[in-house]
């Protein structure tokens, strides 16, 4: 290095000083590695909505609901998007420069991209992409939206050769360009992975990364025949059940390349990865077989996963589906969608999870999304449409929280029924800050950071 | 101006990484901020030049820039050539996890690669500043000289003409730039995504950087990965 950069390093050392001094002033997006994060109060959830046979325009939506105190419209549905039919909404993810909100439908297999910058109170479509299966060589049902540097992995649920569960990892640029697709190893195909265990079954369903160790995890589902039956009929019917993932796969983040295939029988789903600096290690959840897992790295640097803890009474099949990770590591909000519980497992010891609180949200109960702070949860419904309980249980709802470290306090809901806009799925939250405008409404007393 | 920053665009913890043997307290400066990896020995092994495929992104975008002596030069004329990294930075940002972190992992792979006679020739740098107004090619200028000293390397320092001339290659790389409203006037200060961009010699994007994974180890592999893909195809060719 030469002396003159020396010194420019140390002048660039010295003015971190400002930073930490005066964090009002810091230039905190140079900070960002995959994507600003909203740590204070946030403005808007954006709630991934499935259109209803029978109710309202019947389509799928975004819909945008002010969740911000001090605005005159808190607690109400401000905005509503409809992209021209049903399919199968599903979940939904901000490219890295969160200016963009992906969202999938896993029966249409198309993705909507909507602008959430030029308007955050107001996000519009800016474009859709209706070839995925052919651009990816076959792959089925673009589930999960994750955002890496200037580009978006999406994992795939299905295939179209055999709609069973075998998929694909499809990476696309920003602007919505294809880039590769990563088929999961399988038995025929381990790609160069190590198989740990005694499956290696090529299913998919999240993706998340840890890109201090360059690793890259994903969990395995079902494929769009089980996705899309009823699910009584699929419960009852043993080739069906049979056809559910039971792996979950390390991968080289940077080479893309499957390094090795972990056992998880029973279907784990969402994958949340710690914060925390040292804490190499994610937790998923096993939907059929009820348990929390870990995925962590041994002292020999070597990938394990491990059950530490039941979730409920596995033998009553609660069905865990989404789970969500506190800032500081300590906390997991696992939610069960048979029972409409939210629980809440103290995982200070990841190794040792104790769950710590729960309560019934509502008949059924999918996805939560918490604030970085952890003061505020929101909780959603629906699960698939076929799957979403019948009759008075098939409850469609967001219901806004807050949570005071022992218990959660409703706050207000929107019942998506009575207004008439489908089955809740997944929620993103949005905020006037993120593109540099102002709030239209004085926010006096709620700064963060004042 | 009393502060109304109810958000705050946050470095994300996950990528802090460790250095081998550390504890993550370590890899902090004295002043107890967080360091970004590219500030220190990389936490695990960089995949080996070769080993991989770098898939294209996409076609490197034109645009009309102005070079140190105040030209025009457009960013074009500069590719293809060479391998090239990009960046974009703003001259005054004090982030140090931001454009000096760049700025600091470019000149590092551009030292390190020139230690190799066969690759010292084969690569070419470019920072192209955000901020026209302030980034003048005086000033510009001046900010070359306190980077590269003596060092030969090849290395363009670039700015606009105004905010106008300069949108449209922020829109074309997706270089989200926003001015920081908590600065009074709102002048002077950005807030930004970090971004460096590695262009083939047929002037694709095929990597896209973030904080992340900025670290000299990756780059220069991923450097030499497109130079042996480009030895290959030289060597197919004349078969």
Known sequence: ?450 | MKLLLTLALTFAFSSFCNAEGESSSERVDRQGVYLAPGWGKLSFTAPAAGTYTLPVLSTASDGDLLNTEGESQSLSSLLGEKVTLLSFIYRTCDDVNGCPLSTMVLYSVANRLSEQPELADQLRLMTISFDPENDTPEAMSEYQESILGNAELDWHFLTSKSDQSLQPVLDAYEQFVVADKTVEGGKGKFSHILRVYLIDTKQQIRNIYNLSFLHPDILVNDVKTILMENEAQVAQSKQ
């Not at chain 1, 040292?278 to 990938?303: M, P, V």
């Not at chain 1, 509502?362 to 076929?386: H, V």
């Not at chain 1, 799925?425 to 239209?440: I, S, T, V």
């Open chain 1, 1 to 450: 290095m030469s002396q003159k950069l020396k010194i420019f390093v140390r002048s660039a050392l010295a003015a971190m000083l400002l930073v930490v001094v005066l964090p009002s002033h810091a230039d905190e997006t140079c900070m960002s590695p995959y994507m600003a994060k909203i740590v204070g109060q946030e403005d808007f959830v954006y709630v991934w909505t499935l259109g209803e046979e029978g109710l309202g325009d019947e389509q799928d939506k975004l819909v945008t609901i002010d969740v911000n105190p001090a605005s005159p419209e808190y607690g109400k549905v401000i905005a509503t998007l409809s992209v021209g039919g049903r399919n199968e909404a599903h979940h939904s993810g901000f490219s890295d420069d969160r200016r963009f909100l992906w969202a999938g439908g896993l029966d249409s297999n198309k993705i909507f991209i909507f602008d959430v910058h030029s308007d955050p109170a107001k996000p519009k479509l800016h474009k859709t992409i209706d070839n995925f299966v052919a651009k990816s060589g076959g792959v089925v049902g673009p589930h999960t939206f994750y955002a890496l540097a200037g580009r978006m992995m999406i994992t795939g649920l299905s295939n179209n050769k055999d709609h069973g569960g075998r998929t694909a990892l499809v990476e696309y640029t920003n602007k919505g360009e294809y880039v590769a697709t990563h088929w999961h190893p399988t038995d025929e195909d381990l790609r160069g992975a190590e198989k740990s265990g005694d499956f290696a079954d090529g299913y998919g369903y999240d993706v998340r990364v840890l890109p201090r160790r360059n690793a890259m995890f994903t969990s395995s589902f079902t494929g769009w025949t089980n996705y899309m039956m009823d699910f009584g009929t699929m419960l009852a019917d043993p080739e069906a059940m049979k056809r559910f993932g039971n792996t979950a796969v390390v991968w080289d983040l940077h080479t893309r390349k499957p390094k090795k295939v972990l056992d998880m029988p029973g279907a784990p789903l969402e994958i949340r990865c710690a914060w925390q600096p040292n804490h190499n290690y994610c937790f998923t959840t096993t939907a059929l077989t009820s348990q929390i897992w870990l995925i962590y790295e041994d002292d020999a640097g070597e990938w394990q996963a491990k059950a530490v803890a039941d979730i409920g009474d596995p033998s009553k099949v609660p069905l865990p589906v989404d789970i969500s990770i506190t800032s500081d590591d300590n906390g997991l909000w696992v939610q069960t969608f048979m029972d409409g519980k939210a629980r809440y497992f103290d995982v200070s010891d990841p190794f040792a999870p104790k769950q710590v609180y729960e309560i019934e949200i509502g008949a059924q109960l999918n996805m939560i999304s918490q604030s970085w702070d952890g003061e505020r949860a929101y909780f959603t419904s629906s699960l698939l449409d076929n799957w979403d309980k019948k009759g008075e249980q098939d409850e469609q709802f967001f219901k806004a929280y807050s949570w005071n470290g022992k218990a959660l306090e409703l706050q207000f809901e929107v019942d998506f029924k009575a207004e008439k806009l489908g089955s809740a799925h997944q929620m993103r939250f949005g905020a006037y800050g993120l593109y540099g405008l102002e709030h239209p409404y004085a926010t006096e007393g709620l700064a963060a950071g004042e």
